[in-house]
């Protein structure tokens, strides 16, 4: 055998491992939901969804922990977005390209990789005790928001690197200032890119447990939160308290309520996914 035909050995055993690789992957998946959705499908009802927590399992539901998760949501979207966006902008169109400048990207790029609980430690601190926030939504959203700030960063930055110099040119060589080719030309080209980045930060955020729990989540709720300083729960800790109870009921429960945060975040990744094609079919470079 020569080197060619090596070669193409070589190709086509790495191709059959890495369909092989990807099948066995996508069976596991589909085992795994198809297994959820065969427990839980016959407790999902308008009761279930709007029914408080109860010691008794079949007449709990999640009404307070996706009331919770739809605050949580909400605030750190608000308080995320501008941030986000912002310091991308500004890292990518007025910082200046030095060392620091190095440094503080590496920096961020790490912080996207730094374990979530990590957070939770630093919310804990930074908003529950020295801000006095105490177990409020408020706190959890801001822990959340540093959470998933360095992955909007980092995904505007690279939405904005992509549109063509061209297009800055022509904008500067008509005599339009810098914000103004970056607010009629570059946001506008960029914005499918730097959106879907914020959407898949944020269904991250969903199905986050461990930096709620350190913040001060509690398991059990028996209201609904009305704002933003009120305590809560949100679906993966509720998830958690259930699947941990002995009774096989709790269980059946737990399935159910991943069965609607798999919703959540199956509807958020599909409007990301069709918000990249529409702007990629909309911009013809």
């Known amino acids: 055998m020569n080197s060619t035909d090596t070669s193409k050995f070589k190709d086509k055993a790495f191709r059959i491992l890495g369909i092989s690789t990807t099948v066995a992957c996508v069976l596991i998946l589909a085992v795994f939901i198809g297994f959820i959705i065969y427990q839980g ?11 408080l927590p109860s010691r008794f399992a079949e007449q709990s539901g999640i009404y307070t922990a996706w009331i919770g998760t739809l605050w949580v949501l909400i605030l750190t979207t608000i308080i995320s977005f501008p941030l986000g966006v912002g310091a991308g902008i500004y890292l990518e169109e007025y910082g200046k390209k030095n060392k ?5 990207e590496i920096n961020i790029a790490n912080l996207a990789g730094v374990p979530s609980v990590i957070y939770g430690l630093l919310g804990l601190e930074a908003f529950v005790r020295i801000m006095r926030m105490g177990n409020s939504i408020l706190a959890g959203s801001l822990t959340l928001a540093l959470l998933i700030l360095p992955i909007i960063i980092v995904s505007t ?9 061209s297009i800055r040119d022509a904008s500067n060589a008509l005599g339009a200032s810098k914000w103004q080719t970056i607010w009629n030309q ?10 879907t980045g914020v959407i898949l930060a944020l269904s991250r955020a969903v199905g986050e447990t461990a930096p709620l729990i350190v913040v001060g989540a509690l398991a059990y709720v028996p209201f609904a939160p009305q704002g933003p300083m009120d305590e809560f729960t949100v679906l ?41 094609n529409r702007w990629q079919n909309k911009m013809n470079w």
């Open 41 to 51: 499908i016959d407790r999902l009802s308008w009761e279930f969804m709007s029914s």
């Open 100 to 104: 620091l400048a190095k440094i503080l």
């Open 157 to 165: 930055r690279e939405a904005i690197s992509a549109v063509p110099s």
């Open 186 to 195: 570059i946001l506008p080209a960029s914005f499918g890119g730097i959106l």
């Open 236 to 276: 993966p800790i509720q998830i958690f308290n259930w699947v941990s109870r002995p009774q096989h009921e709790f269980v059946i429960n737990a399935a159910a309520a991943i069965i609607v945060l798999l919703l959540i975040t199956f509807i958020m990744n599909g409007i990301a996914v069709y918000l990249r």
